[in-house]
């Protein structure tokens, strides 16, 4: 069968690569551990031969991790381009995807990448994870963000819920510390502050008032009695909590973001622990956020907002991986 070959192209973007296929060890370290610049095919097969991924590896691929794994994208003959390339499919260079997606298809028998990631020296990866010094941060997954209808719902969040409750019983079973946050203020305003000028349900005490159900946790959140809730009145955990005095208490120097909103408390959250020297990461499929309308600058749909934080975040400030390779980093 021919082999479709690929490179992925930044179109100014940055990311961060993982390994698929069987590589051999050799390429598997070269490739996982490496950060690669924007490179022109020849120099690309250059990089990939030192690396050991050629002839019987030619079946190997790697991606940015914010997208799916290509070779399921090619399995069901996704678009990369102009055309439709199907698995087997010979192609001419095809040209960077005009959505966005970045990906450039080849035909041939080899596996090239000629990979974008970040500048030297930039970016972030926690490995190994030590379970007895992490704490996983479930931020603000409240009713008044996830309950159907609610003021401020994100239904990407609430379809995460069983996802995250899966990944805190493997917290639980392994050690790693469960901390919760639920962002309220007072019925009488007095520590609003802005955001009553920046969200009207919160200024018409309809949302995230402190006492009410929907400042409450959601139900079908997997919360045990013994893990601690700090409630918070700023986007971040760590403005004006006890947060960073639990985790110092306990030992902790690695903190695991998750919950709601991707792009505010979730990217506040892990920024004021990397300013705290805590080693930072966030789960990529255990955050979520809602639509963005217009105000001036152009609309956004969830999804967007969602990965431009992530890419923001990879790139400045955490490492950013899967529920899934959180949990192969604990076990390994």
Same mark, same amino acid.
């Given at each position: 069968m021919t082999r479709v070959r690929i490179a992925i192209h930044p179109d100014g973007g940055l990311g961060r690569f993982r390994l698929y296929g069987q590589p051999t060890e050799a390429a598997r370290e070269a490739l996982a551990r490496r950060w690669f610049t924007l490179l022109p095919e020849p120099q690309a097969l250059a990089v990939l031969a030192e690396a050991g991924v050629g002839g019987a590896e030619a =079946?190997?691929? !790697?991606?940015?991790?914010?997208?799916?794994?290509?070779? @399921?994208?090619? =399995?069901? &003959?996704?678009? !990369? =381009?102009?055309?439709? @390339?199907?698995? =087997?499919?010979a192609a001419e260079p095809r040209g960077v995807d005009p959505a966005g997606a970045g990906l450039v298809a080849y035909d041939g028998s080899l596996t090239v990448v000629a990979s974008a990631c970040y500048p030297s020296g930039m970016g972030y990866r926690l490995d190994p994870i030590e379970? &007895?010094?992490? *704490?996983? %941060?479930?931020?603000?997954?409240?009713?008044?963000?996830? *309950?159907?209808? *609610?003021?401020?719902?994100?239904?990407d969040g609430r379809a995460m819920v069983p996802r995250l409750n899966e990944t805190l019983e493997l917290c639980r079973r392994v050690g790693v510390f469960v901390v919760f946050t639920a962002h309220v203020h007072r019925a009488d305003g007095s520590d609003m502050g802005r955001f009553a000028d920046l969200y009207p349900p919160i200024a018409e005490r309809v949302a995230l008032i402190d006492g009410t159900p929907g400042a409450e946790l959601y139900a079908e959140v997997d919360r045990r009695p013994d893990e601690p809730v700090v409630r918070k009145h700023r986007y971040s955990a760590f403005f004006g909590t006890d947060l960073e005095m639990?985790?110092? &208490?306990?030992? %902790?120097?690695? @903190?695991v973001a998750t919950g709601v909103t991707t792009e505010d408390c979730v990217h506040a959250t892990i920024r004021d622990a990397m300013f705290r020297d805590f080693r930072p990461a966030v789960l990529s499929d255990l955050c979520a956020t809602y639509d963005h309308p217009d105000l001036g600058h152009g609309a956004m749909k969830a999804a967007e907002v969602h990965t431009a934080t992530l890419v923001v975040l990879a790139q400045s400030t955490a490492d950013v991986l899967t529920s899934e390779e959180f949990r192969t980093r604990l076990s390994g």
């Open positions: =079946g190997c691929l !790697v991606t940015d991790r914010l997208h799916a794994p290509l070779d @399921v994208l090619l =399995g069901k &003959g996704w678009d !990369v =381009g102009p055309d439709r @390339v199907a698995p =087997g499919a379970p &007895g010094r992490t *704490a996983l %941060i479930v931020v603000d997954m409240q009713h008044d963000f996830l *309950a159907p209808g *609610a003021p401020l719902e994100s239904p639990i985790l110092r &208490g306990r030992g %902790i120097d690695t @903190v």
